[in-house]
């Protein structure tokens, strides 16, 4: 599927994918959620791709929800919202599925499906002007387990509950002070701040931090479910590495590493 408000592109080892709807604050419609879900397998399947950034076009929001505007076409009955929850969810699946570290450039608006998606990447770094929220209460929305287990995580339940019984809208403090965003930075220096970011993280072992977020994600499991013989397969696997060969190497010829994810 084609679209103009999905974009995809790639600077060196890190891509971007931004949500090109600016004139409706970058609100989601659902052949936006299916091109999207297309990008990040497509960058998941690429080598040269080691880090993934999300971000939404212009300087107003990040993505602020499903496009009303297009909720009679796609949402006006059980059968067309089941079909947009799952494409939407299936995209986050993907996004939180990926073993490449992904970063949400937050501008402006984070909102609905805007946190549910800034929620699914590995770090959260915003503009000094964003704001953080969800209305489902004021829409009549049920969140479900998919929709709520993120921010519980992030945030604990008691705070996860303000979140949504309120449906207020939080700044970027109150964000970070809650640890929803990792880093807030003044609006004009966060595209530069971001690409330094990634691009410090694709210059390290692409196996270390593969197996960095996959032990943590079965950390966060219950510990019955968790897949113990998954994490120590990784470990063995970084171990045995040629870049464990190159790290150690460049650590004694004092040079920086060239890792190639092997």
């Known amino acids: 599927m084609t679209t103009d408000k999905i974009l995809a592109s790639r600077e060196g080892p890190v891509g971007f994918l931004v ?25 998941a399947q690429d080598d040269d791709v080691r880090v993934i950034v999300l971000a939404g076009a212009g300087d107003k929001a990040f993505v602020s929800g499903a496009d009303i505007s297009k909720f009679e076409d796609e949402r006006a009955n059980a059968e067309a919202q089941e079909k947009y929850s799952k494409t939407s969810s299936g995209m986050r699946a993907l996004l939180r599925g990926t073993g490449k570290p992904t970063i949400a450039m937050i501008r402006g608006y984070c909102i609905g499906g805007g946190m549910s998606l800034a929620l699914s990447c590995d770090l959260r770094i915003c503009s000094d002007d964003a704001q953080f929220g969800i209305p489902a209460a004021r829409l009549g929305i049920g ?34 002070r809650m640890g929803i965003v990792n880093q807030v930075l003044p ?5 530069a701040a971001v690409r330094e970011i990634a691009g410090n993280i694709a210059a390290n072992a692409p196996l270390s931090i593969l197996t960095a977020k996959r032990v943590i994600d079965e950390l966060m499991k219950d510990p019955a479910e968790r897949d113990l013989a998954l994490c120590d397969e990784l470990v063995k696997r970084c171990g045995a590495s040629e ?11 004092k040079r920086k590493p060239v890792f190639r994810g092997r």
């Not at 604050?25 to 990040?40: D, K, T, Y």
């Open 187 to 191: 609006a004009q220096s966060l595209d």
């Open 143 to 176: 969140y479900g387990m998919e929709g709520l287990r993120r921010l519980v995580e992030l945030v604990g339940p008691s705070a996860a509950k303000e979140f949504i019984y309120t449906a207020r809208r939080y700044t970027a403090a109150e964000a970070l």
């Open 243 to 253: 870049d464990f060969i190159e790290g150690r190497r460049a650590f004694m010829e």
């Open 19 to 43: 949500f090109n709807n600016p004139e409706r604050r970058n609100a989601v419609s659902l052949e936006m959620w299916q091109r999207a879900g297309e990008v990040i397998a497509g960058f």
